[in-house]
């Protein structure tokens, strides 16, 4: 199966930087005194910008840090919520990924992505007939969606509904070449392959 990367990277400035260093420098000279006045309001557009950083350099504690500290007010904005999926991801944390992803493609249906997460998510919690469903749900929408056609082909090949598995591998292929090498290597499509192999009448393409 395939899920979607988070985007660009950002991580702290110069600016940011020496703040902290000045910080500790205080802490150093000066134990035992309050510096916590003296950190800086750093934007939650700052936060998600260093926490989405960490997440590419695959810093996942250090993107969990960041997102822990964005205020309460802005926990709710889509941005915010959207970055927390990712860290869902990057920490396996299947239950709370679905969570977010359902809540997102349902305030954001028309943005692919939730689709593929959330069905994405569901699988690894080997809840397969669902993700089926919400894969189904998302191509209504994105129906040339390549990642929704390949996972949607991987969770049909697990349920032994090979004839369509077959048909919807066929239209990601079509949709992006990438897929073709993929399709051999999924172990979620091992069924299919076998199926194919003992002169099934299969349509999908093969290396």
């Known amino acids: 199966m395939w899920t979607i990367e988070p985007g ?4 702290p400035d110069d600016q940011d ?3 902290v260093r000045a910080l500790r420098c205080c802490v150093v000279l000066h134990p035992g005194r309050d510096w916590a006045w003296m950190l800086p309001m750093i934007p939650t557009r700052r936060r998600l910008e260093y926490a989405n950083g960490y997440l590419l350099l695959g810093m996942v504690q250090e993107a969990a840090g960041e997102l822990a500290q964005i205020g309460r007010e ?4 889509p941005e915010v919520r959207a970055a927390m999926v990712d860290l869902h991801l990057a920490q396996g944390n299947w ?3 679905a969570e977010g992803a359902e809540g997102l493609a349902a305030d954001n249906p028309d943005e692919a992505q939730w689709w593929v997460h959330w069905a994405y998510a569901l699988r ?3 809840l397969v007939k669902e993700a089926k469903v919400v894969a189904l749900r998302g191509l209504e929408r994105h129906s040339d969606e390549p990642i929704l056609h390949f996972n949607l082909a ?3 090949s697990l349920l032994g ?3 369509p598995a077959s048909d919807h591998l066929n239209r990601a292929i079509s949709l992006d070449e990438r897929f073709q090498e993929e399709s051999v290597q999924d172990p979620d499509l091992a069924g299919l392959w076998a199926w194919f192999s003992e002169g099934q009448d299969g349509k999908a393409h093969s290396t």
């Open 95 to 97: 239950a709370l990924m």
């Open 17 to 19: 930087i020496g703040i």
């Open 154 to 156: 991987c969770y049909l």
């Open 74 to 77: 802005d926990v709710q904005k």
């Open 8 to 11: 660009p990277l950002g991580l």
């Open 124 to 126: 690894e919690l080997q």
């Open 161 to 163: 509904e090979y004839d």
